[in-house]
């Protein structure tokens, strides 16, 4: 019997509570990125469980993550982009001067020669400011324990993290509490994992990619390296 099937044959499922039947909130966030028509609802739910509803152009998505298993911290990473941010100050002290200069001519405004010039700046400043909030970003993941695999990406425009700091606190202190509640020994919480991989596959969170990743490297943390041999000293 291969290591792999040994792993998912010997584990006991555990249930994890089906989206809407949670007997208990311990904290709740929804976070929307309107530049992106995202939208994330968040629950920790019955201490040990996140539940988590995604809306997106590309579909909905919603499934309940077995904290056991999921590493803590949160990973958080935010990208600005200065090019376009630049280009959108740029464009902005150009509309000014040309402004300027249309105010303080003799000719009226609306006869003056630079005024669609400056229209037109005016509308490549509003196109980069659009651009530059829309690729400035604040993305929040969350990966499982060992197979190190990403169960949760939401990317969100800037205020992003400030409306999830507290909320992610809160998910720290309830995944060390999940921890405490793993199996006695790491061999029953690898076996666990695994089955809970499989089903984040089945529930269409991971793909069949991720999961073979996944479940590669458990496996890895499941057999214990084999020390290298002594070499021989040669004969005499």
Partial sequence: MQT????????????????????????QVEVTSRLRRC?????IIDYYYLSIRSRSPSGELGYVLDLRFVAAPPRVA?????????ASLVL????????????SSATPWWQHGWLRACAAVT?????????????????????????????????????TFRALRPFLARLVAHIRLAVAARRRTRAEHLRDEMR???RLRDVGVLSAEEYEAGKMRILAHHTPATPARAKRPPAP
């Fill in 123 to 159: 509308g490549m400043w509003v196109l980069a400011t659009v651009i530059a909030a829309y690729r400035t970003t604040e993305t929040v993941r969350l990966y499982s324990a060992h197979g190190a695999v990403r169960v949760l990406e939401f990317t969100g425009g800037m205020g």
């Fill in 196 to 198: 809970e991989h499989g």
């Fill in 78 to 86: 935010r990208h600005v982009a200065r090019r376009w941010i630049n």
């Fill in 39 to 43: 939208v994330l609802q968040l629950e």
């Fill in 4 to 27: 792999s099937e040994h792993i998912l044959l010997e584990s006991d499922e555990r249930e994890v509570p089906a989206l809407g039947s949670a007997r208990k909130t311990h904290a």
């Fill in 92 to 103: 902005l002290a150009l509309a000014a001067v040309m402004a300027a200069w249309i105010r």
